[in-house]
């Protein structure tokens, strides 16, 4: 597991934070979090929750210092054995390993000599109280001819600098979880009928994840029928689908450590119905001009205004907004029907680090990203204006897509999403 590559990661790092040293918790078993800190994982590939990373340069050599927590006899019995700290030792390739109950004690040993500490807080305040600490008693040291971290440095925008163009080893993760992802949705839109509950989808999606390896979901899995379909972070998975619902399914596996996030909507009885069809039609159409777009050198919020563009002049095209497109959108008319951003960067978090913007400056498309375009409307009846027979739809459309060196791959491009092949493939064992 100690590849080469985490030694790159964290050889990188160590050039981003001269005279520094940075702090990154693996987080805490207890919290009920369902994956370690995904900066943790990145510099270090240990996939283990209770363990401190300290990476410095604030000596002649740059140094992997872990704090780890071996498991005592109770815990060996209820939860089974940790690595013990020489196993961890060899796992990891840290110079140094200390039992986990010596933090402190070891924070201002290597503090001491650094200029800036890089560390993100209110994560842990438990740890924020000791890693200030830690620092203040340093600083105060007016006796003595101590250096300390006199500047508190943000990790996570050194992290985004390194994890927002992903590795060849990164990229062949989320084909992965794509892949699997992909079969998800060939037994979902299968399986998925009038009189089965959603929870029965969501059970066989996680059946599938787990028995091809992974480690779950990326997310909570959404499966949204009927007007189930316009509530967009919709977890309860419990409404038994009637004949003529749509099912909205956003659904994505974790595959060593990466994840997919796709979302699909398709006809449950096989066949859209007409205000159904536009609905669906006006989304893919903003999808893929907006993915037509994607390529280096392109602003990346350029595609949430495009999606925005296009969805509102289908908006009024449907008579479900009535103006000229431009006041429209000067008046944000549209989030009445589409309340969310167009997409998000993935990687080792499903909203992975990056964005629009960059400290203020505007971000571009770069070789090597990955992002989500994933545009929606969703029409609630009692919004003004809303002709009732595109009451209670709701429709999203989300690819992953690869930035490349000419423009993008869309790597969920085997999930279908045109009516016509939706129709065919759902013809298939219904009446
Ligand atoms: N499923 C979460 C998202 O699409 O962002
Ligand atoms: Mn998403
Ligand atoms: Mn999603």
């Excluded at 140094?96 to 994560?123: C, H, M, S, W």
Aim: proline share 5%.
């Amino acid at each position: 597991m100690q590849t080469t590559q985490f030694k790159n990661r964290r050889k990188q790092f160590f050039c981003e934070i001269p005279h520094g040293v940075a702090i990154i918790p693996a987080g805490s078993a207890a919290e009920n979090r369902l994956y370690p800190n995904s900066d943790f994982i990145y510099l270090t590939g240990l996939e283990e929750f209770d363990c401190v990373a300290l990476l410095s340069t604030a000596r002649k050599k740059p140094q992997y210092i872990l704090f780890w927590k071996e498991s005592d006899e109770k815990q060996k019995i209820w939860e089974g054995a940790r690595m013990t700290i020489k196993e961890v030792k060899e796992a990891s390739g840290a110079d140094r390993v200390f039992p986990l109950d010596k933090l402190t004690q070891q924070l201002a040993e290597y503090f001491t000599g650094a200029e800036t500490l890089y560390y993100t807080l209110n994560i842990d305040q438990n740890l924020d109280r000791l890693v200030l600490q830690s620092r203040d008693s340093l600083l105060k040291q007016k006796y003595m001819p101590t250096i300390a971290p006199a500047t508190i440095g943000e990790l996570g925008l050194v992290m985004e600098k390194l994890r927002v163009h992903k590795e060849k080893e990164e990229i062949a993760a989320i084909r992965q979880a794509v892949d699997i992802t992909a079969e998800a949705y060939a037994r979902a839109m299968r399986e998925a009928k009038p009189g089965v509950y959603e929870y029965e989808i969501e059970a066989l999606v996680s059946y599938v994840f787990r028995r091809a390896g992974c480690l779950g979901s990326s997310f909570p899995p959404i499966v949204a029928s009927g007007a189930n379909a316009t509530v967009l972070h919709y977890k309860h998975n419990n409404r038994r689908m009637a004949q003529g619902d749509l099912l909205l399914l956003d659904v994505g596996a974790k595959y060593h450590n990466y994840c997919a996030d796709v979302t699909r909507t398709w006809p449950l009885s096989g066949k859209f119905t007409p205000p159904q069809k536009a609905v669906y039609q006006a989304v893919l159409a903003a999808q893929k001009a907006v993915i037509a777009q994607i390529k280096p050198g392109v602003e990346v919020q350029a595609f949430h205004h495009q999606a925005i563009f296009l969805l509102t002049t289908s908006l009024v095209e449907l008579g479900l907004l009535q103006g000229k497109v431009d006041e429209l959108i000067e008046q944000k008319a549209y989030e009445k029907f589409y309340m969310h951003k167009t997409g998000h960067f993935l990687g080792i978090d499903v909203h992975d680090l990056g964005g629009f913007f960059l400290q203020g400056n505007t971000r571009r498309f770069e070789p090597g990203m990955v992002v989500t375009v994933e545009p929606g409307l969703y029409i609630r009846p009692g919004t003004e204006g809303v002709p009732p027979q595109f009451a209670w739809i709701g429709v999203r459309i989300e690819d992953d897509i690869l930035v490349t060196a000419e423009g993008c791959e869309v790597l969920t491009d085997k999930i279908p999403k045109e009516v016509e092949a939706l129709e065919e493939l759902l013809a298939c064992g219904r009446v």
